[in-house]
């Protein structure tokens, strides 16, 4: 079986520290427990990435390149390269992932200027 390896963006893991610190604030055991369990997921993509479902909000434009795994109440969003799975995005499934990649979008564009 094919293996792939399993990298996180810059942006996925901020994505993680700040769900974690919120999550810390009630419960720092709940936070370790999150966290270890997200990743865990995440590095489950080392094998048979293709496994999990396109994002819909991507399918319906056409776009098939992201998948994304629902882990609880977060959406591990991810992309395959050749032999590499990069995990871009970890976000609670509540809100709403276009928004999310708009505002990336803006400030990722208020750097450049």
Not at 30 to 39: D, Q, R, S, V, Y
Not at 86 to 91: A, E, K, R
Request: aromatic share 10%.
């Amino acid at each position: 079986m094919k293996k792939f390896k399993v990298i996180w963006t810059k942006s996925a893991e901020l994505d993680l520290e700040l769900i974690i610190e919120y999550i810390k604030i009630n419960s720092i055991n709940i936070a370790k427990e999150i966290f270890f369990e997200i990743k865990q997921e995440a590095n489950k993509l080392h094998t048979l990435p293709k496994r999990k479902r396109v994002v819909p909000e991507f399918q319906e434009i056409g776009i098939t390149r992201y998948r994304e795994i629902i882990y609880k109440r977060w959406r591990i969003v991810y992309k395959i390269d050749d032999e590499k799975v990069y995990v871009l995005i970890v976000v609670d499934s509540s809100r709403n992932l276009e928004d999310i990649l708009f505002q990336r979008l803006i400030k990722s564009n208020n750097k450049t200027e």
